[in-house]
């Protein structure tokens, strides 16, 4: 008798990942009927302002959590199988920290008062600071891994362990520093930033899902290709060689796919921590633990979700909206501590 090729644990996963952003199109502000919503999706909102909220509000923020929730999961996978270390998490490389700092320097050039000392006062309006304060947060980002990366080979050793305390270092180093200039900036611009670090997608519009979904799509598929060899680093670097696998071309290119995604969906909805270090440890539990079904669960179950913690940063408070960053914390460092706990068992 032939084995399925997907058991009941993967459909289960399958019909949670394909149910949540449904569902959660029915949570906002804003009440939708079923008819109401079937309606919207497949022809014209019958109410003007129940299109402009579902096309440029709703729907945008479902499909950008579920591409965020995906692509940090996927990112905290990798590098726990390319560390060996299943408290890894793509923020341990200082990413948000570096993308914080670019934030934190585009809102100080973009203070009227600092202009004026340094000449950019006529120059700066003429740039729209939506956009400059992603493209900024994007660099900041970059910068933190490549930094990373030469101190954890230039300085600590090419131990993998040395590398997460290279990326601790250099995460405390830019957080310093961009809190030093935030406190130099104009409070109304400094305080936009704070509630952007904390993690939020109060103001996603629809062309970030396109600028987010080729990225996740391309760093899935090359991960996905090179899971076998991944599977060989876990036996450690000299096992992985004598398999056949080039050790430091493969982990240097899971670091740059996972900087690649971490950046860009820091950059776009700042900083949402512990998602790459729960969704990867549920997954292997649940499923299995190759990199293949790690990986491809990760999509499913970090997009359910980040969509559901989205919904629960809408609703849980009237009125006001509560920052994703802090839910995923919350619930992040209990996740954390019994992990910890597990370990020393």
């Known amino acids: 008798m032939n084995k399925p090729l997907l058991n009941k644990k993967w459909w289960w996963l399958i019909f949670i990942a394909l149910l949540s952003p449904i569902a959660a199109l029915f949570f906002g502000a804003a009440d939708f009927t079923p008819s109401e919503l079937a309606q919207c999706l497949f022809a014209t909102c019958e109410k003007p302002v129940n299109q402009l909220i579902f096309w440029e509000i709703r729907l945008p923020r479902v499909l950008v959590g579920f591409l965020v929730g995906a692509g940090l999961a996927v990112a905290g996978a990798t590098l726990q199988n390319i560390t060996r270390n299943g408290l890894a998490d793509p923020y341990l490389f200082g990413v948000v920290s570096g993308a914080g700092l670019g934030a934190s320097i585009a809102t100080l050039l ?7 000392r340094v000449g950019l006062v006529n120059i700066l309006p003429e740039f729209s600071f939506t956009l400059a304060l992603p493209f900024a947060a994007f660099l900041g ?90 599977d060989a680093l876990l036996l450690g670097d000299e096992n992985a060689k004598t398999l056949g696998v080039q050790v430091t071309r493969l982990r240097l290119m899971s670091l740059g796919i996972c900087a690649a995604l971490t950046a860009c969906i820091v950059s776009y909805c700042g900083g949402i921590g512990f998602v790459g270090l729960m969704i990867p440890h549920i997954v292997r539990n649940w499923i299995g633990v190759t990199s293949r079904i790690v990986i491809l669960g990760s999509v499913l179950l970090g997009g359910a979700f980040m969509v559901w913690v989205d919904v629960v940063a809408r609703v849980a408070l009237p009125d006001q909206e509560i920052p994703i960053g802090i839910i995923t914390s919350a619930i992040g460092s209990i996740f954390f501590l019994i992990a910890m706990s597990q370990r020393q068992k």
């Open 110 to 116: 973009f203070d009227s008062r600092f202009a004026e």
């Open 141 to 230: 980002a970059l910068f933190a891994v490549l930094l990373v990366q030469i101190l954890a080979r230039k300085t600590f050793g090419s131990r993998t362990e040395h590398m997460l305390l290279a990326g601790v270092a250099v995460s405390f180093m830019l957080s310093a520093l961009s809190h030093f200039l935030l406190f130099l900036a104009e409070p109304f611009a400094a305080s936009k930033v704070i509630f952007w670090l904390m993690g939020s997608l109060a103001r996603v519009e629809v062309w970030y899902a396109w600028v987010m979904l080729p990225i996740v799509l391309i760093s899935v598929l090359l991960l996905l290709l090179f899971g076998r060899h991944m």
